[in-house]
Structures are given as structure tokens and as C-alpha cells.
């Protein structure tokens, strides 16, 4: 399986993070590619894109100053499948784009994904009171993924708030 490429640039308004791609990402090259996620819909319905993009449009993320990565490059069919070790390069590796792109909000695409990024329990979505990374937000909102029982509706309120960081 091919890694999916970051999207990713200096001074971001809003880097979203998640867990890794997973195995429909990975084959089609993609991000948040698969087809019960709700990421794409919930950017759209939020106003954070004005329109609805389909995954391999997710260059043009970019385009409104947002961009993607993943704790873990390696895809796999489950962030279960990640091992501790993957996750202890990931975070030094997550902290390194953090300092050296300095977007303005690091969104975590789920609270485990912020969870195993640093390693603290009792994580809530929103605004968090502490920046992992001098000068970068950090902003959790609820995972996209299909298998995520949270209503497209309460999800959506994350999103919308994320939109209301970075006007």
C-alpha cells in the first residue's frame, strides 16, 4: 500500500490531522476517502469550503488555506492496527510539521488521534486550553469516519466553531 502525500504548506489557516489513511486512501491517493466518512460533507455543510469536494479534489484544500496529515503515514484497514512505535515517531514527526509549517489551528480529526498525540487522558472536542506547539491552536473535533456514532448534526457544531477560530 502507497502512503497518501501531506497536504501541506507554510502558515496554514487549518491543518487537519488524523489517525493514518486508511486502505481506500491509500488505494486511490486520497484522503478521507472512504465512503461512509463524512469529512468532505461536514467541511461543506460547516462553510469552511463553499462547496462540497469529493476526496480526489483534496488538493484544492489549499486553495482556502487548509491542509492534511496524519499522525501515522502507513495506512492500514484500522487505526488499531497502529503500533506504539508507529505512534512515538509519529508524534516527534506530527511536532516537527507543526513548528515548521506554523498553520494557526492543528485540527485533530477525532479525539483519539489527540489523545495518542499527547498522551494525556480526559480529552474533550473544541478549543484546547493548551497548545502542544507554541504559537498553533489545538482544536479537536469529533472523528469523521463512518464508523463514529455522533450525529452528522452534533459533529457539524465543531466544525462550525473551527470556522469561527480562523474568521
Known sequence: MKEVPDIIAHNLKILFIGFNP??????????????????????AASGLTPQLL???????????????????????????E????EYQAGREILKDK?????????CFAGIGVYREFIR????????????????????????P???TRILFQDQLVYYQELLGLIK
Open 22 to 43: 486508511g486502505l481506500r486512501s491509500a488505494a486511490t491517493g486520497h484522503h478521507f476517502a472512504g465512503h461512509s466518512n463524512r469529512f468532505w460533507k461536514l467541511l
Open 54 to 80: 469529493k476526496p480526489e479534489e483534496d488538493h484544492r484544500l489549499l486553495t482556502w488555506g487548509y491542509g492534511i496529515t496524519n499522525i501515522v503515514a502507513r495506512p492500514s484497514r484500522a487505526a488499531a
Open 82 to 85: 497502529i503500533t506504539k512505535a
Open 98 to 106: 507543526l513548528r515548521q509549517y506554523k498553520p494557526q489551528v492543528a
Open 120 to 143: 494525556q487522558p480526559g480529552i474533550g472536542c473544541g478549543l484546547q486550553p493548551v497548545c502542544s506547539v507554541e504559537g498553533v491552536a489545538d482544536f479537536v473535533v469529533p472523528s
Open 145 to 147: 469516519s463512518g464508523l
